[in-house]
């Protein structure tokens, strides 16, 4: 029987139940969820057994069914059953060298003392992520790849759990000493999208589309040398920021409806869940999911959040992507607070390519393609007048979008285009099916400063959004332009701040927790070089029959990666600490300054703030020796979910009865979210000494939000010991003053014992 949808159900354990087994270990009886779906719907046991998709044994005491809408409701209405949602195609979607030596991560870089000491670079201390497991909930891994060698590597860990599934063009050769399983997850996707297309992709953990092989190798690539993109942009040595970690790779997504990658991508609960529930079952240490939602989802629609949750209970470090729909307020994803939640921003790397106009005017550009042209000018003509006659001219008409352009008007000029609707490969595709001789890709204001290089299909660069407007300002003013593309070059470009946010990354307040400041950390995420599927173009694009081994991407799915090596060398370097407690120190050590020692910047080139990048840019070393630690537990989380009004987050915990509910930013987190305060609010917070010298002693300093008091008590904290705990309580009361009703100020409070630097962002909005 074909089902409407799929549907994933939290079903709580019963006395007797076999719910927490798989169903290769269903022996005796039938079991319960089972009988559940028999009972409620006009199933033989027969039907019912071949309508459940996944049951999850690890995570979730939970099954995933093909369901009718009917049958679903009444399957929640029953006292065992927390909740049950609906899998929805292309609510999750992927969130797409230099990089790690911009962050000071080599051997001797960074602070080289820890209490007076001189001693080696966090690498060297880590022992390079020896032996930590890293699990990816990704596209699939290009095995083959350089950067997923094992020479030199010991015997795989003896926790490890996991399987090498084979399946298309993969075996368990595949699997080595350095890519230590893979596994792939279909039956949400079929069961949504039909059979699997196999010539759009592999019935296997295979990689066809590159994503997941490109943040594979950011983890945890080996050191590769003389690699560089197709035309030989970055050349270099390539490796991951954690070389010795072993890798793990969970295939998830697939192709958009079942077409090809140039369509896009889609990930379904169902089947990230059962990946997440054999990753906790097989040893993972980390999990770096580089997915996201397309807007807000409460926790009990969030497959990758009742995942992650189930996760940091095994204390598994969980790295998300904060999602690509920036720079639009509110629309970061992944927030649930046990998770980190990783913003993307740049590097100090650029790929120059300037633009030389008829008047003499110089326009800086950047891309990664050769831009090989036969003259020196070509007539210069802005899209919107060149389209085809049918064209409407509206806001659309200047972004070369598919079938717009009139190859009559077009033929060997350079075309100006702006983005906006369709893709930035795509507009490149149009301009060279209607003739053109390059393109010049103009940013539109939400892009900014923000410029993501491609390797386009013909001559093309990219410009900032002002810059394209001086373009179109010397097109409209000039009988006949004219323009020169110059070659591409790469450039290490001490002169501008590094690094500032990418336009696309998403922002916050959490529109679902906004007491909880989202998102937490930030990373390159801009123009990122890592390995590739070597059946992928660079541009993905069906009509591109280019390959190439090493790739640009760009996205929060390329900041990600970079957050979960650094939690994998925190984690070889301190074993015992908890999730939580890596977290603390990833992000109260990080920075809210550039190369240059200024704020770091939006795209737009305003002052970034928490809701830009959480508590600053992620620095490492800094990470590995933070001073102090805001930890926290599963309970904790549950007693949060409670006070925001979940209280069937796990079937044998039951929400304690208040009097007067506490803060929701009460949870002892390393940042601080007051949304709509009307007039005072105290919250604790719980500091773990996990310095070198245990007899210690941090001072507190305050940078206050405007319009608001902060007040922390005690203002200073004496350590006798590592280990020990100190409480204290931060007041923060509204002004005088008349702060807009919603809308956010920002500051920070920090301790500090002279060596560490432990500060936590703050955000407060008024009622």
């Not at 993905?540 to 996205?555: E, M, T, W």
Request: glycine share 10%.
């Amino acid at each position: 029987m074909w089902r409407e949808c799929n549907f994933s159900v939290d079903h709580l354990a019963r006395r007797g139940s076999d719910l927490d087994l798989p169903l290769e270990e269903w022996t005796n009886g039938k079991p319960d969820y089972l009988q559940d779906i028999e009972e409620h719907t006009a199933d033989t046991e027969e039907e019912a057994r071949a309508s459940l998709l996944y049951s999850y044994k690890n995570s979730i005491n939970g099954f995933s069914a093909l369901l009718t809408v009917d049958e679903a409701a009444v399957l929640s209405k029953r006292d065992e059953v927390v909740s049950a949602f609906p899998s929805i195609p292309n609510k999750f979607s992927l969130q797409t060298t230099r990089s790690w030596k911009f962050l000071g991560l080599e051997d001797g870089l960074g602070d080289r003392r820890r209490h007076g000491k001189r001693r080696g670079g966090l690498l060297h201390e880590a022992k390079y992520g020896k032996d930590v497991i890293v699990g990816l909930l990704d596209s699939g891994i290009w095995p083959e790849s350089r950067s997923f060698h094992d020479n030199g590597l010991g015997p795989v860990p003896k926790k490890w759990k996991g399987i090498c599934q084979a399946g298309d063009y993969f075996n368990a050769s595949h699997c080595n000493r350095k890519l230590i399983g893979a596994r792939y997850y279909l039956k949400a996707y079929e069961a949504s999208n039909g059979p699997l297309n196999v010539s759009n992709d592999y019935r296997s953990p295979r990689d066809r589309d590159g994503h997941g092989t490109h943040t594979a190798s950011t983890v945890g690539g080996r050191s590769v040398k003389n690699v560089a993109a197709l035309g030989g942009f970055a050349r270099g040595t390539a490796t991951g920021g954690a070389p010795l970690v072993r890798l793990a790779m969970y295939k998830v997504c697939w192709p958009l409806g079942g077409k090809t990658l140039e369509d896009g991508d889609t990930c379904l609960e169902a089947d990230m869940l059962a990946a997440i529930d054999d990753a906790i079952g097989d040893g993972v240490d980390i999990l770096s999911i580089s997915i996201g939602s397309n807007g807000p989802i409460g926790f009990s629609e969030d497959g990758i959040s009742i995942g992650a949750l189930h996760a940091i209970k095994r204390n598994i470090v969980v790295s998300c992507a904060a999602g690509n729909s920036g720079p639009t307020p509110a629309t970061v994803s992944n927030t649930g607070p046990w998770i980190i939640t990783v913003g993307a921003s740049s590097i100090d790397r650029v790929f120059s390519s300037p633009v030389d106009l008829g008047n003499g005017m110089k326009i800086k550009g950047q891309t990664a393609t050769l831009n090989k042209l036969k003259k020196r000018n070509y007539p210069l003509v802005y899209a919107a007048d060149v389209v085809e006659p049918h064209v409407p001219m509206n806001a659309t008409a200047g972004q070369c979008l598919p079938g717009s352009l009139w190859p009559k008007k077009m033929k060997g000029k350079i075309v100006l285009c702006f983005r906006g609707q369709g893709t930035r490969i795509g507009k490149g595709a149009e301009v060279k099916r209607a003739g053109g001789a390059a393109m010049i890709l103009g940013n539109s204001a939400p892009n900014g400063n923000e410029i993501v290089v491609d390797a386009h299909v013909l001559p093309a660069t990219g410009v900032v959004a002002d810059e394209a407007l001086k373009i179109l300002s010397y097109i409209k003013s000039t009988k006949k332009p004219t323009a020169k593309l110059n070659a591409a070059e790469t450039v290490l470009d001490d002169s501008n701040p590094a690094p500032f946010m990418a336009g696309f990354s998403s922002t916050g307040p959490s529109s679902l927790q906004p007491n909880i400041l989202k998102p937490d950390i930030t990373a390159p995420g801009l123009n990122i070089l890592a390995a590739w599927s070597e059946t992928s173009s660079p541009t993905k694009l069906v009509s591109d029959h280019r390959r190439v081994k090493y790739n640009f991407d760009s996205g929060t799915s390329m900041a990600c990666p970079h957050v979960a090596a650094v939690a994998a060398l925190v984690k070889a370097v301190h074993p015992t600490w908890s999730s939580a407690a890596i977290r603390s120190a990833i992000m109260t050590t990080a920075t809210t300054k550039n190369s240059l020692g200024k704020e770091i910047t939006a795209a737009s080139g305003n002052i970034a703030n928490s809701f830009n990048y959480g508590t600053g840019h992620v620095r490492p070393t800094k990470a590995s020796d933070p001073g102090l630690v805001y930890d926290a537990s599963y309970t904790d989380y549950l007693l949060h979910l409670c006070d925001n009004g979940v209280g069937n987050a796990d079937p044998k915990f039951k929400c304690p009865h208040r009097k007067v509910p506490p803060s929701t930013s009460n949870l002892n987190y390393p940042s601080l979210a007051i949304s709509s305060l009307k007039g005072s609010t105290t919250v604790k917070r719980t500091v773990t000494n996990v310095g070198g010298s245990g007899k210690t002693v941090y001072f507190s300093k305050i940078d206050q939000p405007e319009g608001f008091s902060v007040i922390i008590n005690p203002r200073i904290l004496h350590f006798s010991h590592v280990g020990e705990k100190k409480n204290f309580t931060i007041q923060v009361q509204k002004g005088t003053g008349k702060n807009t009703i919603g809308e956010y100020f920002f500051g920070w409070y920090l301790w500090t014992d002279g060596i560490h630097v432990v500060r936590s962002p703050i955000a407060v909005s008024a009622a």
